[in-house]
């Protein structure tokens, strides 16, 4: 018998006239940090929105016509609808403070922002970790600071996968595809068609649609590449984020640099500031490069104009955050590209060349091609500066030119709205007050039971969460309700208000997920102590390439069904950001174990502590600042030259002593009255002095002091009367990076080695310049005082020598310095080439030492 063909129809409310402009509501991702926004659809129909996993517009073509219709009559409904539209309408009106114009004028000023991810809410899936959320923070504030900005990355049908974890403790990757009419975007038209751009791929044009999404204030648009023009395989590049091999890879990124680029220039949009978020959008360099030298710049002059105007930022010091490609396939992917733009392979690819090898790095391009550079913490920064110092090879890495701008989360995303209703009434101007260190100190006003009954509540909300999840993953795996059971009683345990610490992150090696279970009999002890429970909570993903990353979610899993730690250790599946948001606005502890100095930044402590929970973490990434000692407890990382079997004894060991004999006993002191008082200080302690200085507002306003006012000038600089500047630039490097190999420094005479401290000393060098002139270079002598035994080194000073004399190849530089410094100190001489339009003095990084 032949089984029904089933038909599937949907059909659609209208959505009545009072409620129209709920369909706009669905279309901006402000719903992704507007909780006034969700709440409308909550209370339409809560099981809808849980069953369309809180995706609006796809809840808006579910709902049933009853609901709206009864929405649509009812007052106390309408009442919020319009508040919450008002709310809106006063975010789009507000335009940029003083501190934004006085750094970048909207008129003329424009920030590209490139990334491969971004994170703005569970129902985009176009992100797979901390990168993408934190692309998504920095749209957002960058939305709600007014920044004249626009964002371009990759609309992937699939996006990333959902994860299941079987009943053995296997993960298992499921993709889904997403059709675009579910997801908060349009499709851009452009002089009434739609817009599509093409990239030159070997032996065809591969044609990208074009997307937009609203955040805000400012426009995100999305590249992809399923459409007709193309074969069925160039239709399925952007099908997945960091699918396929190296091949989909490049050409991915080929259409996110080069194609994004394109869709700027054809919505006649003229960026003054370009930021490459990390090395997979770096190809933007060369397009740019095509364009510049359209108005008769030589590739080198092009690549100064266009260096000059550009920030990258680097992301991570593991090896498998960077995409370096075999130089095949380089030439294969980019041989009809580069002919059409007219740009020479061994030009561009030295661009991405590492350590002369053969092969390229996307980094050593975003590096090459940007004259902005920066990590993401400050440890991040001095480790970036050391693992790139190569493009600089001659300087110092602590004096090169990559800086740092610590990573910093989104307040209005993350931040709980029972916390911020609490703010509202207690601080009513807190959200204009992000970046202001001294004004959180009212969070101590708070009474101590009205803050911990906030905390409870949202603990609350999380217990349920995670019950409710884990049924769900117990029923579909087969396993017995018993055991469910036995895992949640002590969550659930009505006389005990248990320690839950939570753990979730993605499953990469270097995090260390299993760190904690290290001294199993011991922790063991800890967690199960009847007077003084605790729970452990963990999540996360592992790439689906990555066996390693798997084995710790086996592992985990594993234990969490061991009869003795049962009810203490439970694992979720298919953490997303609904899931963060749940689990860190409710546990007490937020666990982080990296393996030092891996931890770039770490976002997710941060979005912790804004939340009240205390962060227990090993002292890298953001939390190598953000700890003082009051506010959390920090592991010391060991030496990193040590072996890491034994760094990872003694870091576990760390951590068990600080869970067994700190953190346990203050969370139990006094619970006997219902909380800990001492545990609520340090909880305050920790929300005081991390909110106003780890959040996405006070990031992004670094950017723009540090970096995008400084590219904005040096970029206009460059390209002014046709790129002259450029032009003369890239002439003067040519010239010293010819003359450079055989220039000379010695000192002449010798240098006093004491003197009375009002005398100067006469310091006299010379210098054979191949060519070069006196104004080419600069002469410097470093002092730095000897070991004082204070805390409190100044650094050296310096001291510019002065041209003395010149004949016959021979340039004499002198001065006489008085000592800076009393008693001993050192003198080093240095001469660097330099050039008045140089971004960074350093930045050719070629230097001479006597
Ligand atoms: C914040 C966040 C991350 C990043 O967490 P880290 O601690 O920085 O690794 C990853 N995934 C989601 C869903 C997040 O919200």
């Given at each position: 018998m032949k089984k029904a063909t089933e038909f599937r129809l949907e059909a659609n409310p209208r959505i009545p006239e009072a409620l129209a402009r709920l369909e706009e509501l669905a279309n901006d991702l402000f719903y992704s940090w507007d909780h006034g926004v969700r709440s409308l659809f909550v209370r339409m129909d809560m099981r809808l929105w849980e069953k369309v996993e809180h995706n609006p517009k796809l809840f808006l073509r579910r709902v049933a016509q009853e609901r709206l219709d009864e929405a649509a009559e009812d007052r106390a409904f309408l009442a919020e609808y319009r508040r919450v539209l008002s709310t809106y309408d006063a975010y789009l009106e507000a335009g940029p403070g003083p501190e934004v114009t006085d750094r970048l004028d909207p008129e003329r000023d424009l920030v590209a922002y490139f990334c491969a991810e971004f994170?703005?809410?569970?129902?985009?899936?176009?992100?797979?970790?901390?990168?993408?959320?934190?692309?998504?923070?920095?749209?957002?504030?960058?939305?709600?600071?007014?920044?004249?900005?626009?964002?371009?990355?990759?609309?992937?049908?699939?996006?990333?996968?959902?994860?299941?974890?079987?009943?053995?403790?296997?993960?298992?990757?499921?993709?889904?595809?997403?059709a675009s009419d579910e997801l908060p975007i349009v499709p851009v038209e452009h002089e009434g068609t739609l817009l599509k751009v093409s990239v030159p791929f070997p032996g065809r044009l591969v044609f990208a649609r074009v997307w937009e999404a609203r955040v805000g204030h400012i426009r995100l648009y999305l590249l992809d590449s399923h459409t007709v023009e193309n074969s069925p395989e160039d239709q399925e590049l952007t099908l997945q984020l960091y699918g396929g091999d190296e091949s989909t890879r490049i050409s991915q990124e080929m259409l996110l640099g080069i194609g994004g680029t394109r869709v700027l220039e054809a919505l006649g949009l003229k960026p003054t500031v370009w930021h490459i978020n990390e090395g997979h959008a770096a190809f933007q360099i060369l397009e740019r490069c095509r364009q510049a030298m359209e108005t008769g710049l030589g590739f080198h002059g092009a690549l100064e104009a266009v260096a000059a105007a550009t920030l990258f930022t680097t992301h991570t010091p593991v090896p498998a955050g960077h995409d370096i490609f075999p130089r095949d396939l380089v030439e294969q992917a980019l041989g009809a590209y580069l002919e059409e733009a007219g740009l020479d392979f061994g030009e561009v690819f030295a661009l991405g060349a590492k350590n002369g090898g053969d092969s390229f790095n996307m980094t050593s391009l975003g590096l090459r091609g940007s004259r902005f550079h920066n990590g993401v913490s400050r440890i991040h920064g001095g480790v970036a500066s050391q693992m790139?110092?190569?493009?600089?090879?001659?300087?110092?890495?602590?004096?090169?030119?990559?800086g740092y701008i610590t990573n910093g989360v989104h307040v209005p995303t993350f931040l709980a709205p029972e916390w911020a209703s609490l703010f509202d009434i207690q601080a009513p101007t807190w959200k204009s007050e992000l970046r202001n260190p001294d004004y959180w100190s009212f969070i101590e006003q708070?009474?101590?039971?009205?803050?911990?009954?906030?905390?409870?509540?949202?603990?609350?909300?999380?217990?349920?969460?995670?019950?409710?999840?884990?049924?769900?993953?117990?029923?579909?795996?087969?396993?017995?309700?018993?055991?469910?059971e036995r895992m949640t009683r002590q969550l659930l345990s009505a006389h005990t208000d248990t320690l839950v610490i939570g753990f979730a992150r993605r499953f990469a090696t270097y995090k260390r997920a299993t760190l904690i279970f290290s001294d199993l009999e011991?922790?063991?002890?800890?967690?199960?102590?009847?007077?003084?429970?605790?729970?452990?909570?963990?999540?996360?993903?592992?790439?689906?390439?990555?066996?390693?990353?798997?084995?710790?979610?086996?592992?985990?899993?594993?234990?969490?069904?061991?009869?003795?730690?049962?009810?203490?250790?439970?694992?979720?599946?298919?953490?997303?950001?609904?899931?963060?948001?749940?689990?860190?606005?409710?546990?007490?502890?937020?666990?982080?174990t990296p393996e030092y100095p891996k931890e770039a930044s770490g976002t997710s402590g941060e979005k912790a502590a804004l939340n009240g929970a205390l962060n227990l973490s090993v002292l890298d990434g953001w939390w190598g600042e953000g700890y003082d000692g009051k506010n959390g407890w920090g592991i010391v990382p060991r030496d990193t030259g040590l072996d890491p079997e034994f760094r990872n004894q003694e870091e576990a060991r760390d951590l068990l002593d600080l869970l067994e004999f700190e953190v346990v006993p203050l969370y139990y002191e006094g619970a006997s009255q219902g909380y800990s008082r001492a545990w609520v200080k340090r909880s305050k302690a920790s929300m005081i002095s991390i909110t106003p200085r780890f959040n996405a507002q006070r990031m992004v306003m670094d950017y723009v002091t540090d970096y995008y006012e400084p590219a904005a000038t040096q970029g206009a600089r460059m390209v002014a009367e046709s790129g002259k500047l450029a032009g003369a630039l890239a002439d003067w490097k040519a010239r010293v990076r010819d003359a450079w190999p055989s220039v000379e420094l010695n000192i002449l005479g010798c240098i006093q080695a004491r003197c009375v401290n009002d005398e100067a000393v006469e310091l006299r060098v010379?210098?054979?310049?191949?060519?070069?002139?006196?104004?080419?270079?600069?002469?410097?002598?470093l002092v730095s005082p000897e070991c004082t035994g204070t805390h409190s080194d100044p650094g050296p000073g310096s001291f510019l020598l002065e041209m003395e004399s010149e004949s016959g190849g021979r340039t004499v530089f002198a001065t006489r310095i008085p000592p800076p410094y009393p008693g001993l100190q050192t003198l080093r001489l240095r001469m660097y080439p330099y050039h008045e339009a140089l971004t960074h003095p350093l930045e050719m990084g070629a230097m001479l030492w006597v």
């Open positions: 994170g703005f809410h569970e129902s985009f899936p176009i992100y797979s970790g901390g990168l993408g959320i934190l692309a998504g923070d920095h749209c957002k504030a960058a939305s709600d600071l007014a920044l004249p900005f626009v964002a371009v990355g990759l609309l992937y049908q699939q996006g990333y996968f959902i994860q299941t974890i079987d009943a053995q403790g296997h993960q298992i990757a499921r993709y889904r595809s997403h790139e110092g190569g493009i600089w090879p001659q300087i110092p890495p602590e004096e090169n030119p990559l708070i009474p101590d039971y009205h803050y911990w009954s906030v905390h409870k509540a949202l603990k609350q909300q999380m217990t349920d969460y995670i019950v409710r999840r884990l049924k769900r993953q117990h029923k579909r795996n087969g396993t017995g309700h018993s055991v469910t011991r922790l063991e002890q800890i967690l199960t102590n009847p007077e003084r429970p605790v729970v452990l909570v963990f999540a996360g993903k592992a790439h689906p390439r990555d066996k390693p990353g798997q084995q710790l979610i086996k592992v985990i899993h594993d234990l969490s069904m061991h009869p003795a730690l049962m009810g203490h250790l439970i694992l979720l599946e298919d953490y997303d950001q609904a899931m963060a948001r749940r689990l860190l606005a409710g546990v007490d502890v937020w666990l982080n010379e210098a054979f310049l191949n060519g070069l002139s006196a104004g080419d270079v600069r002469v410097e002598c």
